[in-house]
């Protein structure tokens, strides 16, 4: 299974952008779908993740109200709406996939993943 990212950049403080992420290779290997994201010399930390079958959601609190999760099922994408973008922000995205439904508890954890994409940075400067 292949998980690719794209949509990362350079945006200012406030502003936004949409990550977009696609899986493949593997059939149903999306029932668990995650943002992570990494800044250098920093653990990686959970952003956000949406179940395939309800599209129940989770976030970190660090961006609730500010970052919405979706998902094509079709397709087996997910996507990341990043709004008020914050210095804070900036890092590398990653995006994961596991086949599995976990339970919304769950999906924060690295460790539900099987499968992820190489990163895509997203820099917020002014």
């Known amino acids: 299974v292949q998980v690719v990212e794209s949509g990362g950049g350079l945006v200012q403080p406030g502003g936004s952008l949409r990550l977009s992420c696609a899986a493949s290779g593997g059939a149903s290997s999306t029932g668990t779908m995650g943002w992570f994201r990494q800044v250098l010399g920093k653990k990686r930390e959970f952003v956000a993740a949406?179940?395939?079958?309800?599209?129940?959601?989770r976030y970190a609190e660090s961006v609730k109200g500010r970052f919405t999760i979706s998902r094509d099922r079709v397709k087996q994408e997910a996507y990341l709406q990043m709004n008020s973008l914050k210095l804070e922000d900036t890092a590398v995205y990653y995006c994961?996939?596991?086949?599995?439904?976990?339970?919304?508890?769950?999906?924060?954890?690295?460790?539900?993943?099987?499968?992820w994409g190489q990163g895509t940075q997203v820099t917020v400067s002014s």
């Open positions: 994961a996939a596991t086949s599995r439904n976990w339970i919304v508890g769950y999906m924060g954890n690295e460790q539900a993943y099987d499968y």
């Open positions: 949406i179940r395939r079958s309800d599209g129940h959601p």
